[in-house]
């Protein structure tokens, strides 16, 4: 907990973050689709497409609370903006993950990795 | 289940009660098969279905999410493979364990109609002492299998894997692009797994996940390795992935694989550079044994010999035991459809593609529709009649044969055999004579004989008090049955046959009878009889069947509360039916039931009384023939007799009986009428033929009418009275009052008479 609200507080200076993405209370096969072009819009906006901003890693922020339901569809579009943010040289800040996602992870064997997403934040 | 969409639990919401009758009925069969292993320990065929059967329960289970279910079933598969290999033997405690938790089983498949319901803690300790007691008979196979391994044995050492409880297999899934546009979530899938076992370790390997802007969100680039710790055998291992096989590269290494194994498995896995760093960051082999693995591997090919292909070596490793080449046999016998396959084998599994499931409320609805056809179809002939037109009449005649086809063919729907109801009492009985300390053979006879599904399932209660009571007042203790010369064993018998249109169901055992003595001091004492009147065998052995009366001199938790067998009358009676009982002191009792084939139409004969109408069932009508009204005086009750053959006839006059006040014709007809085992016949007026009668029951004011048992609307709208030659037949013997209520009051009203 602690090591978020360190999290937080490191968020103004983290600098030129677009606004950051919520994830929807339904992150499954029945809305990939439909959240796909959505992201793309979204990591399109961000601050990679100004290659100027150099090495320095950049953060994405997602918000996570509202998220009710997850399946493995829905888990792999995550990573994978995760693993599009890193092409970009950013990180992706996984915020308040919901108890749905959290279990959701765990169950996929992706613990370790949403366990990184939230803290890598904090690094930068 | 929180990681369900919506559109999921609408799903689940939808299969959900065609997997509970789907799971009820494995678990029925599980039953039967552990009773019929019973008279048969060992044979492989049946315990192979048994295991078969669990199998499915707990496969199913697992995609609708009811984890009670598939824990609880995993504990019972385990003990289940341990008999099916051979390593356990099924002693009777043990059947007695596995057929309660196969009513745990029940109970929990029950539960899962209301997903939410939370657990008492009662029902929670309970299975917990059956998971623990099945454990425990688990375990005991392990005892054993490990002193047999100590001894010094012939045969080659088997995998080492056997000696601990639970092994840790290693399970690698790569899951197809289609996976989740063919419906599988890989997520929901892992849960599953869980179930097996325990997952130690688990990593998804993600290096085959393409960034966002190249990924098509609905194709699935999941791969997963994990450490799965569990009892369970290859084949259920890789069932559990059954669904996604298609397209999915499974790997299950066996416990104990060593880093050669490994080796090879990423060998066999090109297209994946990863894998030895996921094998060793999910634990399963340190990186030394993998390293190892793949310098003797590249020795060995540098050496010439060909590396061959995984599946062969999983399948020739000494780790690989009995497992794989069951679910080899299997596979093949399931591919081949071998008719050779034993019976019991193949009615479980091999008829599942000739039958289609229906819900019952259709078929009750298309045979409601059935009802009014014939009805309106007779009204149509009837018109079609009056206007003596030719050709509209043998059109109406085609019709109205096509009709009684569709009804014959449609009532043959709904027969179902009522072998399934009989074989339900093999555990009652069972359990009820275990409890007893009685030893009973329990015989089913005619379990084939079909009858209507309505009938089947309402006849099943009454049957089970008899079977019960046949069981505690019936048969005698062993020591009292040797010491009267019978054979220790008690016999039990269910039979059913077609008899005239009718099934007839008898309950037969060779125990001490019915003491008619006793019968009778009992009804003096109820005042069922008046004191010191002696009536007649027959009527003393019916007295059983009245309210209020049981002779049990100790009240058993299983019968003798006195609300049993007047129950059974009554329940018997409002199908129809008749039940009458016989017995020889000493010598055993036999209950029979008869009951109609159907509740819903049957072939009547037709014929008319002055302006009222009556309908005979066409099975019990014998003949017709001619009589001269007043060819003999009628008793107080319109009874007369006519000769016949040689043969005096009963002869009831509907007139007299149902105080009809027109004049009586100078010519009349008698029908003769068979009942059981008597005759009797029927004065009436005109005949009017068969006529199909779809039977309605009748108006509440009515119900208490002697000699009916329902109506019917004719073409016409007329109403008929279906007439249940049954009673009659007992007041045409003298034996019981004529009915009493004025069939007058009916005829002003025929909208009250019928309650349809």
Request: glycine share 8%; hydrophobic share 45%; with cysteine.
């Amino acid at each position: 907990m602690a090591k978020r609200s360190k999290t937080s507080a490191a968020l103004p200076a983290a600098a030129p973050v677009a606004s950051a993405l919520a994830l929807p209370a339904e992150l499954t096969i029945y809305t990939v689709g439909e959240l796909h072009p959505q992201w793309l819009t979204w990591l399109g906006a961000g601050p990679a497409a100004r290659p100027a901003e150099g090495p320095t890693e950049v953060q994405a922020e997602v918000q996570a609370a509202a998220v009710e339901q997850v399946d493995a569809a829905g888990l792999q579009l995550l990573l994978s903006l995760q693993i599009a943010l890193a092409e970009r040289g950013r990180s992706l800040h996984i915020q308040a993950p919901s108890a749905v996602l959290r279990s959701g992870c765990a169950a996929l064997g992706l613990g370790t990795w949403l366990q990184a997403q939230m803290t890598e934040g904090a690094r930068a | 289940m929180s990681q369900m969409t919506d559109a999921d639990n609408s799903f689940i919401q939808e299969a959900l009660p065609a997997f509970i009758s789907e799971a009820q009925e494995q678990i029925e069969s599980l039953e039967q098969l552990l009773l019929q292993l019973e008279d048969a320990p060992g044979d492989s065929e049946l315990l192979n279905a048994l295991f078969r059967c669990a199998h499915t329960v707990k496969g199913s289970a697992g995609i609708f999410g009811l984890d009670r279910v598939v824990a609880f079933t995993h504990h019972v598969e385990t003990l289940l493979d341990k008999l099916r290999e051979g390593q356990l033997d099924l002693t009777p405690a043990l059947s007695t364990l596995l057929l309660q938790c196969n009513d745990q089983l029940r109970t929990l498949v029950a539960q899962a109609r209301d997903a939410d319901s939370a657990e008492t803690a009662a029902a929670l300790t309970e299975r917990a002492a059956l998971v623990e007691r099945l454990q425990a008979a688990a375990g005991h196979a392990d005892k054993a299998d490990a002193a047999t391994e100590a001894a010094p044995a012939t045969a080659p050492a088997p995998a080492p894997a056997n000696t601990g409880s639970a092994r840790c297999w290693h399970v690698s899934a790569a899951f197809g692009t289609e996976t989740f546009r063919n419906g599988m979530d890989p997520l929901a899938l892992l849960n599953y797994v869980r179930g097996l076992g325990s997952v130690p370790n688990l990593v998804c390997d993600i290096a085959a996940v393409p960034p966002l802007d190249r990924l098509d969100p609905e194709s699935c680039h999941l791969a997963f390795e994990l450490g799965l710790d569990t009892d369970a055998s290859r084949a259920e291992i890789e069932g559990a992935f059954s669904f996604v096989r298609d397209d999915c590269g499974l790997h299950v290494l066996e416990p104990g694989a060593t880093p050669e194994d490994y080796a090879r498995l990423i060998e066999a896995m090109p297209d994946n550079p990863r894998l030895g760093d996921i094998l060793v960051a999910s634990g399963a082999i340190t990186r030394a044994q993998l390293q190892h693995g793949l310098r003797t591997q590249n020795e060995a090919a540098a050496a010439g010999a060909t590396a061959r292909p995984l599946g062969e070596i999983l399948q020739s490793t000494s780790g690989v035991s009995a497992q794989v080449v069951n679910a080899a046999l299997n596979k093949q016998t399931k591919a081949k459809q071998r008719d050779a396959a034993p019976a019991t084998a193949a009615a479980l599994t091999g008829d599942d593609g000739r039958f289609i499931r229906v819900q019952a409320d259709r078929l009750d609805s298309v045979i409601n529709l059935l009802g009014e056809l014939v009805i309106a179809g007779a009204g149509a002939a009837l018109l079609a009649r009056q206007t003596r037109q030719g050709t509209l009449i043998e059109a109406n005649a085609q019709i109205g044969r096509l009709i009684e086809e569709i009804r014959n063919g449609t009532l043959q729907l709904r027969m179902v055999p009522i072998g399934e109801t009989f074989s339900r009492f093999r555990r009652v009985v069972r359990d009820t004579a275990a409890e007893l300390g009685k030893d009973v053979l329990f015989d089913i006879v005619g379990g084939e004989t079909e009858l209507d599904k309505s009938v089947v399932e309402r006849i099943a209660d009454p049957l089970m008090h008899l079977v019960r009571n046949a069981l505690d007042h019936g048969l005698e203790q062993p020591a009292e049955r040797l010491a009267r010369d019978k054979p220790g064993q008690g016999k039990l018998t269910l039979s059913a046959c077609h008899e005239s249109g009718s099934i007839v169901i008898r309950i037969l055992d060779d125990g001490r009878g019915i003491d008619r003595e006793r019968v009778l001091a009992r009804a003096w004492e109820r005042g069922l009889v008046e004191d010191g009147v002696t009536p007649p065998d027959e009527d003393i052995l019916k007295l059983i069947f009245e309210a209020g009366f049981s002779t049990a001199e100790k009240v058993t938790n299983l019968s003798g509360r006195g609300v049993g067998m007047d129950v059974v009358r009554r329940n018997i009676e409002a199908l129809r039916g008749t039940v009458t009982v016989y017995s020889d002191p000493g010598e055993g009792s036999r209950i029979e039931i008869r009951l109609p084939l159907t509740l819903a139409i049957i072939d009547g004969f037709l014929v008319g009384v002055g302006n009222s109408k009556f309908i005979f069932p066409l099975e019990a009508v014998v003949e017709v023939i001619e009589s001269r009204s007043g060819v003999s005086t009628p008793d107080a009750c319109g009874r007369r007799v006519v000769e016949l053959r040689g043969r005096v006839l009963p002869v009831l006059s509907m007139r007299t009986l149902y105080g009809l006040e027109t004049a009586e014709p100078e010519r009349i007809s008698v029908v003769v009428i068979k009942s059981g085992s008597h005759s009797y016949g029927v004065m009436v007026d005109v005949l009017l033929g068969q006529h199909q009668t779809v039977i309605k029951p009748l108006g509440r004011m009515f119900q208490s009418l002697r000699g009916m048992s329902g109506s019917s609307i004719l073409g016409s709208g007329e109403v008929a009275l279906i007439l249940d030659v049954n009673s009659l037949g007992e007041f045409a013997a003298g034996k019981q009052s004529g009915p009493t209520k004025s069939l007058e009051a009916a005829n002003g009203g025929h909208k009250t008479l019928v309650r349809s």
